[in-house]
């Protein structure tokens, strides 16, 4: 079993910085057989890929957020950041932790989807940026 929990959400104005964490608990499970990535859903519109990261660090990012978001993880706290710089209010929406269990790889996953292939999430954490 697998519990996610995220942190670190808040209001920012335009230009500024957040940085989310997520805590994962895991039972009879291993933190590194996990894809790990962020997820966000604004009011009104589907919920889209904002990051993925594998157990060996490689990472991949919507065009959205290049450049200016960095996800990483740490194995051994089973943790996992987002560092969201130069935010803008586009970017307003629920975040949302996620876990899909591939035994380390993100290989084949598409942000696009919207993370419909992750089988476990957290309870989101809200982030708001103003003009």
């Known amino acids: 079993q697998v519990q996610l929990v995220e942190s670190g959400g808040g209001s920012v104005q335009a230009g500024g910085s957040l940085r989310l964490s997520c805590t994962a608990s895991m039972y009879m499970e291993s933190y590194s057989w996990y894809c790990m990535g962020w997820f966000r859903q604004a009011p009104g519109k589907e919920r889209e890929g904002v990051a993925t990261i594998s157990n060996g660090g490689k990472t991949n990012y919507a065009d959205s957020v290049k450049g200016r978001f960095t996800i990483s993880r740490d194995n051994a706290k089973n943790s996992l950041y987002l560092q969201m710089s130069s935010l803008k209010p586009e970017d307003t929406a629920m975040y949302y932790c996620?876990?899909?269990?591939?035994?380390?790889?993100?290989?084949?996953?598409?942000?696009?989807?919207?993370?419909?292939?992750?089988?476990?999430w957290g309870q989101g954490t809200q982030v708001t940026v103003s003009s």
């Open positions: 996620a876990a899909k269990k591939t035994y380390g790889p993100c290989d084949g996953v598409k942000l696009q989807l919207g993370g419909v292939d992750f089988g476990y």
